[in-house]
Structures are given as C-alpha cells and as structure tokens.
C-alpha cells in the first residue's frame, strides 16, 4: 500500500472548514459521483483525459518526473490514474470490457494513489507546452484534488490555509493588530532609511487602489511590501491594504474550487467597500492566475480593474528615478506567470532598468522550469521530494557564472528556493522579489 507523503488533515479539521470526511466504504461511490459532475462542468478535462496517445513527450519535459524519476511522476501516466478511472465508468468500453479496455475500477488504493502522486504535480502547465495536443496535466489535477477536498481528503497543509484564510483573510493567519504593527514596523524602516513619511494605509475608505500583497510581505518579504509601497507613494496614489483580505495567494485554486471562489469573493467585497477601481495583486504566481482568470470568470462581472504589481510597475518604470544597482542578476520566471498569466517581458522591463547586468537562465520565458515548490506542495515532511522537483531548476541557477541575485517574484518560489539553492551547494548569492529591487533603486526626495 503506498503510504501518502504528506501528512493528511483529520476529520474534524476538514469538517471545520466545511468539508466533512466521507466514510471510508462511501468514498468510491462519492469519488465516482463528484467525477461525473465534472464531466460537466470541467469538460476540457474529460476531452484531455479522451485525447492522449501516450506517446512519452511529456516526460523528458517534466521537473517532476525528471527530478524523481517515478513513472507515475511522468504526466501522461498521472493522468492515466483519473483516465483509467474515467473509462471505467462514462465510456462503453470500459464497462463491458474492464482491463481489457484499460479501465479499472476506483477503489481506496487508487484515492490513495490519487493523494499521493497528484500532490507531487506543481500544476507548472510544462506538459501542456511541449504536448502535440495541448494536454494540460494541471487541469487534470486540479480536478483529482478538487474530488479528494470534496470527500473530505486533503493535506493538512492546505486544510491549516483554509482555516487561517476563513478565520484571518490571509494564509499565515495574522490578526488585523499583528498587520497594523507590522506595517507600522516598515514605515519606520521606510523613515530610517529615507528620512520620508511612508505610510502603508490600512482600511481607508475611498481608496482608488487596493493593494493585495501576500501575507509572507508582512513577515519574512517585507522588502517586496516596501518596495510597492515606495513606488505608490513616489506615484501619489491614493491607495490601501484590506485587512478582510491580506492575500494575493489563492489556494482554493489548487485544491478545492468552491474556495477559490470564496477568496474571489473576498477579493471583490473589500474592493467595493472600499471604493476601490483598481486592485493590484502582489507578487504572487498562482495567485495571479486565480485573480486574472477567475475572479470574472468563475464569480461573475466586477466593477473594477484587476492588474499585477510588475505590469503596473512596468508601465511607470521608464519614468521612475533610478539609480541602478551593481548587480549581476537573473530572473526566475513563476509557472502562473509564464504559462498562465502573461507576465513575461514585464518583469524583464523592469530588471534591465533596476539593475547593471541581467543575464537569463537558460531555458527561459515560457519554457523556464518550476521552482519545485508551487501548487501548494510547501509542507515540510514533504521537504525531500520538494528537493527533487527543484533539481532542474537548481541547474539552471548553476550554469550562471558570477551571480549576484537570483531574482524570485512569486511569494511561494520564495519559499521554496533558496531551500532549494542550499539543498544543491548553490547558495552564495542573494535571492529575493523584483519589488525588492525597485525599492531598493528608487530615489526618492
């Protein structure tokens, strides 16, 4: 029996957040339900699942299976645990023919197969790239862990997110005092180091800008938190943070649907009560991706323009006054911005404005590798795998001579990186947000 490698939520705390445990003798009949549904209202998937040919491409493109080199790891054959499935029970032959047909019947072995290799997937979209077809495994998993949620079946990781986004309106589950303190804490660092008053605004009504960083700027990237803030107080905006919802991270998007909907929710409430027409996401990959394609999308029309930090940025940043910094620097580009958010010479614009000497890894853009650590898969037990999924990503850092800063915008890659650079002896250079280096370069009087 293949034994998960995360450590999983328990019935109370999933029924806490809303999604009680199914019995164990129910969960196949239920899974079976809950993939029907889908057929519906995630028909791509089902075409995806009818459309592959197995032909391997995928494999030698994949991180995941290239850094762990379990076959299950390789898309086509993590797919091919849900198609399987699928056959079985919604096509003809399936159901007269079983295993001759390749179909196989769900039973608790293949939910924990599902639990264990569909979190080992980063939802990266690389597959999808490099496929004759455009198959993309990312839909394929969503929709497995979507299934696993709505049994009851999750990571505890991702159920101690939820709980904290439910109760806090952020992921680390800061408390509106812990925000007010620790934006009080860089305004002092902002005035200590440019003897300027700037102010990060919290809840002020009648802000034309809300302002959604993630919550890691408040506690270990504030200088991506102060390089934004820097940048709106140069440009005169008149902006805020919302306390109801501190996160540009969505995680519903990477387990469970219906969250990512309520986040979106949260997203739109704080927007129109404070008066805002413009919402700027921080730097955030998947986060991005949820608010561009599915705030309108899954939730319904807003009243309200939705922008990336670095696209913002970049429109200004030929205008804004610089002092570049001495630095030989290269750019990690986040899967959801690359493959699924459109953020591409964005971030470039602004690097080879802020910075002496940028220089690309190699592959790059939309072929750039996963850091290893995103759709969520940052929970420490976990810690080894997560290793062996950032392989590629580490020797892509290491073919670069004479580093100086690995430039990481996405809060999760931040997470995940620089554990990643030490893991693989490739660790003596700087590594943090593009923010953090707009903050840095910006002279302000």
């Not at 790891?73 to 032959?93: C, D, G, H, I, S």
């Not at 979190?119 to 979507?146: K, S, W």
């Not at 934006?183 to 902002?190: G, I, L, S, V, W």
């Not at 810690?383 to 670069?400: D, F, P, S, T």
């Amino acid at each position: 029996m293949i034994k998960p490698p995360m450590h999983v939520a328990k019935a109370k705390e999933t029924a806490a957040i809303g999604f009680p445990l199914t019995a164990e003798p129910d969960q196949p009949d239920r899974a079976i339900e809950r993939l029907d549904r889908l057929r519906e209202s995630m028909r791509s998937v089902m075409v995806m699942l009818e459309t592959c040919t197995k032909c391997g491409r995928c494999a030698e493109q994949c991180h995941s299976y290239l850094g762990t080199e379990d076959y299950y790891n390789v898309p086509a054959a993590r797919a091919e645990l849900m198609r399987r499935v699928y056959k079985r029970y919604f096509t003809l032959q399936g159901r007269l023919f079983g295993r001759f047909a390749g179909a196989e019947e769900l039973d608790g072995a293949t939910l924990t197969k599902w639990l264990t290799y569909f979190y080992q997937c980063n939802e990266c979209r690389r597959c999808a790239l490099f496929c004759p077809f455009g198959i993309d495994t990312a839909e394929i998993t969503i929709a497995a862990r979507h299934i696993l949620s709505e049994l009851g079946i999750m990571p505890k990781f991702m159920q101690g997110i939820a709980a904290n986004m439910q109760k806090t309106g952020n992921n680390m589950g800061l408390p509106a005092p812990a925000i007010a303190d620790n934006a009080e804490f860089m305004e002092d660092e902002m005035q200590e180091e440019t003897g300027l008053t700037i102010k990060i605004p919290i809840d002020k009504p009648n802000s034309d800008v809300l302002y959604i960083p993630s919550s890691a700027d408040f506690f270990t990237n504030v200088d991506t938190m102060i390089g934004a803030a820097k940048l709106f107080y140069h440009l005169g905006l008149n902006w805020t943070i919302s306390t109801a919802i501190l996160e540009a991270a969505n995680f519903g998007l990477l387990f469970n649907l219906d969250v990512m909907k309520e986040h979106n929710r949260r997203l739109s409430d704080a927007a129109r009560q404070l008066g805002a027409k413009l919402v700027i996401q921080g730097e955030c990959g998947h986060g991005w991706r949820a608010a561009k394609m599915y705030t309108q999308g899954a939730n319904g029309p807003v009243d309200f323009q939705i922008r990336h930090i670095l696209d913002f940025t970049a429109e200004y940043i030929d205008r804004l006054p610089l002092q570049k910094l001495p630095l030989r620097a290269t750019l990690h580009d986040p899967c959801n911005y690359g493959r699924a958010g459109d953020l591409i010479e964005q971030p470039r614009k602004i690097l080879r404005a802020v910075v002496t000497d940028f220089v690309e890894m190699t592959p790059n853009r939309e072929e750039n590798f996963c850091c290893g650590g995103g759709s969520g898969l940052l929970m420490e037990e976990m810690k080894e795998i997560r290793m062996q999924l950032g392989k590629k990503k580490a020797e892509q850092v290491k073919a670069i001579d004479n580093l100086d800063y690995l430039v990481i915008p996405c809060s999760i890659c931040k997470a995940q990186l620089p554990a990643v650079m030490e893991y693989y002896g490739a660790d003596d250079f700087k590594m943090g947000g593009l923010m953090d280096l707009v903050g840095k370069a910006l002279v302000l009087k």
